[in-house]
Structure formats: structure tokens, C-alpha cells
């Protein structure tokens, strides 16, 4: 599987521009992992274990309105399945032996096939688990060619006797929803080959974008009396020195973004008029394409998903900026729409990383969810799923999110379930996006980094900016002093200001915090807390700086990602 030097980019809550390079290598001729056991035990349903933390913290008593009907359909669930300890230990080796230069395996890609054959279940264990489910009436849609995941599909009633949990009716704030009304128990033969099924409702990951009012000024009068500063590509390019790549011919030609999403954009349109109103048009090579990958076999799960609010709005600016940090890459927006019971994004994933050719080299999420609300067959079913793009080759970046540290509770007026990191973003094989702002408005001296006039595409800035943390509430340390109040926190703070306070009380910030219920069940609803355990920190995290806290940590980069309280969006 060969891999070109890749000029990759996205704009998940976050802007990043990276430079990767990959060498092309025959994966012929590795040791492989320990010997597998095979399951053993003849599956007894009267003994069973409950696959804890699989239930949502909605699914309580006063949003219940009721069981579904028995026929009610449930399309494309994911069985996610789990390797033993020896096997699990072999696959970190091997990943770690990719990354390590002078390491045989440096840089030795292997395929979809190559993982399963390596690393997944073997076929009698694969057979057990798919024979159940055929037992209880599911039909089996496919299974990856990772061995790691099973596609199937059935009804309520199925779920409930396989599973032995009720999917009821809920109404959360309005919307109306579905869910298990407690964890799924499997059979005790299963359990060491099954991690969970990845969901059994229709709450959906929330993208992880931040907007205040759209303007159509590129330069305009802002909150603190001084100008607001629109950042637009020509100012990405003068920030963060990307000019002298442009112009000597490294400008992402030749090589392919997938954004994974849920939906289509409103126009593709849209994407050609920011690059010619923003003075992208000249880098002919660049493209834009939406697709609906299809699983390598079995029934279809990708469903076209058409456009819809407020994700379209994501998807279209992570086309935008990808692009414009890489104009003359090709975009490819890779989407799939949500089932009852599943992300589109993940269903788009999997089947790109499980195809017959070779996947991408770089792929970028822009959504997410806290660990705690995740829930652990969700977790496990992300880190699986980048730990085979690794293997693969593939470059994994996710925005850390755009609430701070209270990564379960997003854009809201106040945090009451503590620190969360954001699920997708957490695991030790992906790449997590945070987000800045830039300083030059708390210190003063805009006229040092930006013109008062703007060029013929809209740029305005003369220089890289010192950045800040982005931040928006009221608690921040920055908008505190510089506003005169002396705490951050109490009756004389920022948040309790009768008119500044009520307009900054919010979460919206730039995300990161650390891994802290990748596993185990938290014993209040959407708080760290009883059993959880975060996600171990990778050897690549101990580093100076990086906390001793013996968990992966995010983010991994940040770059300005605001929305315009220090006047630049």
C-alpha cells in the first residue's frame, strides 16, 4: 500500500495545517500476533453478563413515553467486538513499531484484510457471535473484513430478547427520541469476544462548531470599541507562514482530505465561491467531491443523507478550510446518514477504512460527544476504529471541541457535569484539534499585526499573533482582568456582574481535557466518577509540560479556532 507525501488540513472546532510524509511498504513477511483461543463454551442464554455503561442518561423515568412496537426497525446497528489482552498487547507493539524509525515494521502498512487476519477474532469465534445473532432472528449485513465489527439489523423485539433491554420512546427538551432503558446483557460465552453494541438509541454526536451572528464585513467596529478582524485564507497563509510552501509549488496537489460526516452540504456551490471570493481559484488542481462509501460487501448501510442543519453548516466549513489550507488538494466529504441506532460518520469510516483500495491517508472529524454520555461500547468502537486507520496508515484528526473542559456540556450558561473530554478525540490514535484566539486585543496592539485596509481576497494581517487560550466565559482569567475584576470566581467575579456576567456566562471555549471514563460507568449521570477509567497515556505524552496524570491528555495542537470575543473570528 503506497502512501505520497501528504499536505493535509482541516477545521474541525479547530484550524490545522500538517505536513505528513509516508513511505511506501510491503507489509509481507511480519511476525505475527500470539496464538487465539477460540470461544469455548456452548452459548447458554440463561447466563448472561450485563455490558455495562450502554445506556444513556436521558433514558430515565420522566423522559420515558413509552416502549416502542415490537416490529419498530432497527437498521445497521454495530456489534463491536474486542481482541484478549495478548493480542491487544501485540497490536499497540506493532503500532508503535510503525511509528519508530529504524524498526523493521517502520512505515509498513498493512490492509483491511491483513488487520483482521492479524489482530481480529478468529472465524470460529466470528461464526459463534454471527450465528447467535442469526439465532434470534437478526440478519447479519456485513461483516468487516477487520473482523472487529458486525453491521445487522432487526426490530425492537429481537433487541429486547437477544439483548434483554427495552427500547422505549423518550422526549428530551422537546425532541422526541428512542433508547435502550438499560444495559444490554449478552450471553457469558460471548462475553470475551463481544465489547458491546455501539448504540441502541438515536442520540446523535453534536458538531463541533461555534458561530456567533453571521456578518459580511471582513473589518468592522467591535464590542471593545477597536476594529474586529475577519481571519480569512490569505490571513491563515500570512499567520501561520504558509506562504513560503505555497510558493515554492507545496500546496496539497495530488492528495485527498475525507472529512467523515453526516450529511451533504446545502450547495457544492458554496464551496467554489468562498475559494474564488477568497483567492483560492488560482490552484486549478483542487477539487470538491461528496460520497457515500459503501460497505467492501453485504447490504448497503450508507444511505445518501441529504442536507441538513445545523451539520451542514459544519460540513461545508471544513470543506472551505481544508481547502484553504491545502488549495490544490482534492476535498472529499465522505458522509453517511444516521440509522435509529447509529452515527453516520462511523458507518462512513468503517466502510472507508474495511474497503478493498487503499483508504485515505488523512481523514478529519468534526463531531463529538463526552465520554461519560459516549458510553463505553461507543468509546471502545472509536479507539478500535483509529487504531486500525494507524494500522493502515491513515492520519486521524478530531476537534477537541468547542466547550472548554466541560466536554458534556456544550454551549450552555453553566457546567454541572465537571470535566469531559471529548470521546472521539481521546483515544491514543488520533491526532486531537483544539482551538486559540489570538492576544493582540488584550494587549493592545492590533495596528502591530493587522492593516487598517484590507487586500483584493480579504487579508488583513501582517504577521504571525501571539496566541491565548480561546475562551468565552465569564471565569476566564483573561477577559476577567481585562474587563477590572480581580477573581475570577465569588461575589466581586466577572460571572456575577448583572450585565457583563449574563452576556459571558457560557461554556463555549476552546476544548481539551483528559481521558477519564474511556471505560467503566460513571455513577452519577454524564460525571466522571464510580468505575471510569480514562484512556492510559501514550508514550508520545511524556513529554515536558504534559501532565504526570498517567492518562492521554488533549489536545495535541491548537490553533485559532474563536468566534470573535477578542475581535477575531
Same mark, same amino acid.
Given at each position: 500500500?503506497?502512501?505520497?507525501?501528504?499536505?493535509?488540513?482541516?477545521?474541525?472546532?479547530?484550524?490545522?495545517?500538517?505536513?505528513?510524509?509516508?513511505?511506501?511498504?510491503?507489509?509481507?513477511?511480519?511476525?505475527?500476533?500470539?496464538?487465539?483461543?477460540?470461544?469455548?463454551?456452548?452459548?447458554?442464554?440463561?447466563?448472561?453478563?450485563?455490558?455495562?455503561?450502554?445506556?444513556?442518561?436521558?433514558?430515565?423515568?420522566?423522559?420515558?413515553?413509552?416502549?416502542?412496537?415490537?416490529?419498530?426497525?432497527?437498521?445497521?446497528?454495530?456489534?463491536?467486538?474486542?481482541?484478549?489482552?495478548?493480542?491487544?498487547?501485540?497490536?499497540?507493539?506493532?503500532?508503535?513499531?510503525?511509528?519508530?524509525?529504524?524498526?523493521?515494521?517502520?512505515?509498513?502498512?498493512?490492509?483491511?484484510?491483513?488487520?483482521?487476519?492479524?489482530?481480529?477474532?478468529?472465524?470460529?469465534?466470528?461464526?459463534?457471535?454471527t450465528g447467535w445473532l442469526a439465532s434470534h432472528g437478526f440478519r447479519v449485513n456485513v461483516v468487516y473484513p477487520s473482523g472487529m465489527v458486525i453491521d445487522f439489523s432487526g426490530t425492537a423485539s429481537q433487541v429486547r430478547k437477544a439483548f434483554e433491554s427495552e427500547i422505549h420512546n423518550f422526549e428530551v427538551k422537546g425532541e422526541k427520541h428512542v433508547a435502550n432503558v438499560s444495559d444490554p446483557r449478552i450471553p457469558s460465552a460471548l462475553a470475551s469476544v463481544v465489547s458491546g453494541v455501539v448504540s441502541l438509541h438515536d442520540f446523535k454526536p453534536h458538531s463541533l462548531h461555534h458561530m456567533r451572528r453571521p456578518r459580511t464585513e471582513f473589518t468592522f467596529p467591535d464590542s471593545f470599541g477597536g476594529t474586529s478582524f475577519a481571519i480569512v485564507p490569505a490571513d491563515l497563509a500570512t499567520i501561520y507562514n504558509l506562504n513560503p510552501l505555497f510558493n515554492s509549488g507545496y500546496s496539497g496537489q495530488g492528495q485527498t482530505i475525507v472529512l467523515i460526516e453526516d450529511t451533504d452540504v446545502f450547495s457544492a456551490s458554496d464551496w467554489s465561491t468562498f475559494r474564488s471570493t477568497l483567492g483560492l481559484s488560482g490552484y486549478t488542481s483542487a477539487s470538491f467531491t461528496q460520497v457515500h462509501p459503501a460497505p467492501p460487501s453485504g447490504a448497503n448501510n450508507c444511505g445518501a443523507p441529504g442536507a441538513f442543519a445545523p451539520n451542514d453548516a459544519e460540513a461545508v466549513l471544513d470543506a472551505e478550510w481544508a481547502s484553504a489550507a491545502a488549495p490544490s488538494a482534492a476535498i472529499v466529504m465522505a458522509a453517511c446518514a444516521d440509522t435509529a441506532t447509529t452515527f453516520g460518520g462511523l458507518i462512513a469510516m468503517q466502510n472507508l477504512i474495511n474497503a478493498s483500495t487503499a483508504p485515505p491517508a488523512i481523514m478529519s472529524i468534526s463531531y463529538g460527544q463526552c465520554e461519560t454520555v459516549n458510553g463505553a461500547a461507543a468509546n471502545a468502537s472509536y479507539n478500535s476504529a483509529y487504531q486500525q486507520a494507524v494500522a493502515e496508515g491513515v492520519s486521524v484528526f478530531v476537534a477537541a471541541g468547542d466547550s472548554g473542559g466541560a466536554g458534556c456540556d456544550n454551549s450552555v450558561a453553566q457546567a454541572t457535569h465537571g470535566i469531559g473530554a471529548n470521546a472521539f478525540a481521546s483515544t491514543p490514535y488520533n491526532v486531537a484539534v483544539g482551538g486559540t484566539d489570538f492576544s493582540d486585543t488584550y494587549s493592545n496592539t492590533n495596528s502591530t499585526y493587522w492593516n487598517s485596509t484590507n487586500t483584493s481576497t480579504f487579508g488583513s494581517a501582517i504577521s504571525y499573533i501571539p496566541e491565548i487560550p480561546w475562551n468565552d466565559s465569564c471565569a476566564g482569567a483573561l477577559i476577567s482582568q481585562y474587563l477590572g475584576y480581580p477573581t475570577t470566581y465569588g461575589p466581586?467575579?466577572?460571572?456575577?456582574?448583572?450585565?457583563?456576567?449574563?452576556?459571558?456566562?457560557? !461554556?463555549?471555549? #476552546?476544548?481539551?481535557? /483528559? =481521558?477519564?471514563? +474511556?471505560?467503566?460507568?460513571?455513577?452519577? %449521570? &454524564? @460525571?466522571?466518577?464510580? !468505575?471510569?477509567? #480514562?484512556?492510559?497515556? /501514550? =508514550?508520545?505524552? +511524556?513529554?515536558?509540560?504534559?501532565?504526570? %496524570? &498517567? @492518562?492521554?491528555?488533549?489536545?495535541?495542537?491548537?490553533?485559532?479556532?474563536?468566534?470573535?470575543?477578542?475581535?477575531?473570528?
Amino acid at each position: 500500500m503506497s502512501r505520497k507525501p501528504e499536505f493535509g488540513s482541516f477545521f474541525p472546532a479547530a484550524l490545522a495545517f500538517l505536513l505528513l510524509a509516508a513511505v511506501p511498504a510491503n507489509a509481507q513477511g511480519q511476525s505475527g500476533p500470539p496464538s487465539r483461543v477460540p470461544i469455548t463454551q456452548k452459548v447458554d442464554e440463561e447466563k448472561r453478563v450485563a455490558l455495562k455503561g450502554n445506556t444513556r442518561p436521558e433514558a430515565r423515568a420522566e423522559n420515558d413515553r413509552g416502549a416502542v412496537a415490537d416490529d419498530f426497525t432497527m437498521e445497521h446497528m454495530l456489534l463491536q467486538l474486542q481482541r484478549p489482552p495478548e493480542i491487544e498487547k501485540a497490536l499497540q507493539q506493532f503500532i508503535d513499531e510503525l511509528h519508530t524509525p529504524g524498526s523493521p515494521n517502520f512505515h509498513r502498512w498493512i490492509n483491511a484484510q491483513e488487520f483482521g487476519a492479524r489482530f481480529g477474532p478468529t472465524k470460529p469465534d466470528l461464526d459463534a457471535v454471527t450465528g447467535w445473532l442469526a439465532s434470534h432472528g437478526f440478519r447479519v449485513n456485513v461483516v468487516y473484513p477487520s473482523g472487529m465489527v458486525i453491521d445487522f439489523s432487526g426490530t425492537a423485539s429481537q433487541v429486547r430478547k437477544a439483548f434483554e433491554s427495552e427500547i422505549h420512546n423518550f422526549e428530551v427538551k422537546g425532541e422526541k427520541h428512542v433508547a435502550n432503558v438499560s444495559d444490554p446483557r449478552i450471553p457469558s460465552a460471548l462475553a470475551s469476544v463481544v465489547s458491546g453494541v455501539v448504540s441502541l438509541h438515536d442520540f446523535k454526536p453534536h458538531s463541533l462548531h461555534h458561530m456567533r451572528r453571521p456578518r459580511t464585513e471582513f473589518t468592522f467596529p467591535d464590542s471593545f470599541g477597536g476594529t474586529s478582524f475577519a481571519i480569512v485564507p490569505a490571513d491563515l497563509a500570512t499567520i501561520y507562514n504558509l506562504n513560503p510552501l505555497f510558493n515554492s509549488g507545496y500546496s496539497g496537489q495530488g492528495q485527498t482530505i475525507v472529512l467523515i460526516e453526516d450529511t451533504d452540504v446545502f450547495s457544492a456551490s458554496d464551496w467554489s465561491t468562498f475559494r474564488s471570493t477568497l483567492g483560492l481559484s488560482g490552484y486549478t488542481s483542487a477539487s470538491f467531491t461528496q460520497v457515500h462509501p459503501a460497505p467492501p460487501s453485504g447490504a448497503n448501510n450508507c444511505g445518501a443523507p441529504g442536507a441538513f442543519a445545523p451539520n451542514d453548516a459544519e460540513a461545508v466549513l471544513d470543506a472551505e478550510w481544508a481547502s484553504a489550507a491545502a488549495p490544490s488538494a482534492a476535498i472529499v466529504m465522505a458522509a453517511c446518514a444516521d440509522t435509529a441506532t447509529t452515527f453516520g460518520g462511523l458507518i462512513a469510516m468503517q466502510n472507508l477504512i474495511n474497503a478493498s483500495t487503499a483508504p485515505p491517508a488523512i481523514m478529519s472529524i468534526s463531531y463529538g460527544q463526552c465520554e461519560t454520555v459516549n458510553g463505553a461500547a461507543a468509546n471502545a468502537s472509536y479507539n478500535s476504529a483509529y487504531q486500525q486507520a494507524v494500522a493502515e496508515g491513515v492520519s486521524v484528526f478530531v476537534a477537541a471541541g468547542d466547550s472548554g473542559g466541560a466536554g458534556c456540556d456544550n454551549s450552555v450558561a453553566q457546567a454541572t457535569h465537571g470535566i469531559g473530554a471529548n470521546a472521539f478525540a481521546s483515544t491514543p490514535y488520533n491526532v486531537a484539534v483544539g482551538g486559540t484566539d489570538f492576544s493582540d486585543t488584550y494587549s493592545n496592539t492590533n495596528s502591530t499585526y493587522w492593516n487598517s485596509t484590507n487586500t483584493s481576497t480579504f487579508g488583513s494581517a501582517i504577521s504571525y499573533i501571539p496566541e491565548i487560550p480561546w475562551n468565552d466565559s465569564c471565569a476566564g482569567a483573561l477577559i476577567s482582568q481585562y474587563l477590572g475584576y480581580p477573581t475570577t470566581y465569588g461575589p466581586s467575579s466577572l460571572c456575577n456582574d448583572p450585565f457583563f456576567g449574563s452576556l459571558l456566562q457560557t !461554556t463555549v471555549a #476552546g476544548g481539551g481535557a /483528559p =481521558s477519564a471514563c +474511556a471505560t467503566g460507568t460513571p455513577s452519577t %449521570d &454524564g @460525571v466522571v466518577g464510580g !468505575t471510569c477509567q #480514562g484512556w492510559a497515556k /501514550p =508514550s508520545w505524552q +511524556a513529554v515536558l509540560g504534559n501532565p504526570n %496524570d &498517567g @492518562v492521554r491528555d488533549t489536545p495535541d495542537v491548537s490553533l485559532f479556532a474563536a468566534d470573535g470575543l477578542w475581535s477575531h473570528y
